[in-house]
C-alpha cells in the first residue's frame, strides 16, 4: 500500500489519541478518513484540510504536515473504537489508495 | 438525504462473473464520481474503481484486466462487473460517492452503501 498506518493504536478512556497515515501522494493530495465498527460500512469522519460531515463529533480533527496525514481524537470514548482507514489519490494521480487500516482500542 | 442502495448475486462460483449495481437515491448524480470498493474477510478497504456520469472510469490497476464498470445516468445507477472470479475475490463490495475537487487534491467518500457479501466458493 501507498499509504502506511500502524496497525493497532490504543488510548485511555478520556484521553487523546493520534492517528497517523504517511504517504508520498499526501504532499500534494488530501487524505480523508474513515471509520468502520464491526459489520458496518465505512463512515466518512475527516476530509480536506480539516473537515467534519454533519454529525460527526468536534473531538474528531486532521491535520497533515509534509508527507504525513493525521487524525486526532481528543478526549476519545468508548464508541470511538473502531477501525480507520485513511484514503487519498495516490503519487501518479489516476488511481485511489487506501492505508493499511488502525484498530482502535479505548481502554 | 443521499441513499446508496446495492444488489447482485452473493454466491458465485469460481470462473464466474460478478456484477452489482448500486442505485442513488436523492441529489445529483452528475456532479460526482462513483466508487466500488471491498474488503476481504478481516482485512482492510481495497479501492476496485471510479465511474462518473459520463462513463470516464480509473481502475485498479490489479484488477484492471477484469474489472469493468458503467452507467446508467436515466436510473441514476452504476454497475460493476469483475469477470473470472476465484476465492480470493470474495468480499464485501461497497458502493460509494465521491466528492472531489479538479485537480484531485479533494477527494473523498461522503456516502456509502450497506455492502453486499459475495461467496465465491466451488
Known amino acids: 500500500s501507498e499509504l502506511t498506518q500502524d496497525p493497532a493504536v490504543s488510548v485511555a478512556l478520556g484521553r487523546t489519541v493520534r492517528i497517523t497515515c504517511q504517504g508520498d501522494s499526501l504532499r500534494r493530495y488530501y487524505a480523508s478518513w474513515h471509520q468502520q465498527k464491526p459489520g458496518q460500512a465505512p463512515v466518512l469522519v475527516i476530509y480536506?484540510?480539516?473537515n467534519r460531515p454533519s454529525g460527526i463529533p468536534d473531538r474528531f480533527s486532521g491535520s497533515t504536515s509534509g508527507n504525513t496525514a493525521s487524525l486526532t481524537i481528543t478526549g476519545a470514548q468508548a464508541e470511538d473504537e473502531a477501525d480507520y482507514y485513511c484514503?487519498?489519490?495516490?503519487?501518479?494521480?489516476?488511481?485511489?489508495?487506501f492505508g493499511g487500516g488502525t484498530k482502535l482500542t479505548v481502554l | 438525504q443521499v441513499q446508496l442502495q446495492q444488489w447482485g448475486a452473493g454466491l458465485l462460483k469460481p470462473s464466474e462473473t460478478l456484477s452489482l449495481t448500486c442505485a442513488v437515491y436523492g441529489g445529483s448524480f452528475s456532479e460526482y464520481y462513483w466508487n466500488w470498493i471491498r474488503q476481504p474477510p478481516g482485512k482492510g478497504l481495497e479501492w476496485i474503481g471510479e465511474?462518473?456520469?459520463?462513463?470516464?472510469?480509473n481502475y485498479n490497476p490489479s484488477l484492471k484486466s477484469r474489472v469493468t464498470m458503467s452507467v446508467d445516468t436515466s436510473k441514476k445507477q452504476f454497475s460493476l462487473k469483475l469477470t473470472s472470479v476465484t476465492a480470493a475475490d470474495t468480499a464485501v463490495y461497497y458502493c460509494?460517492?465521491?466528492?472531489?475537487?479538479?485537480?484531485?487534491?479533494?477527494?473523498?467518500?461522503?456516502?456509502w452503501g450497506k455492502g453486499t457479501t459475495v461467496t465465491v466458493s466451488s
Open positions: 480536506g484540510q480539516n
Open positions: 465511474i462518473n456520469h459520463s462513463g470516464s472510469t
Open positions: 460509494a460517492r465521491v466528492s472531489y475537487s479538479s485537480d484531485w487534491v479533494y477527494y473523498y467518500m461522503d456516502v
Open positions: 484514503v487519498s489519490r495516490d503519487s501518479s494521480g489516476n488511481h485511489v489508495v
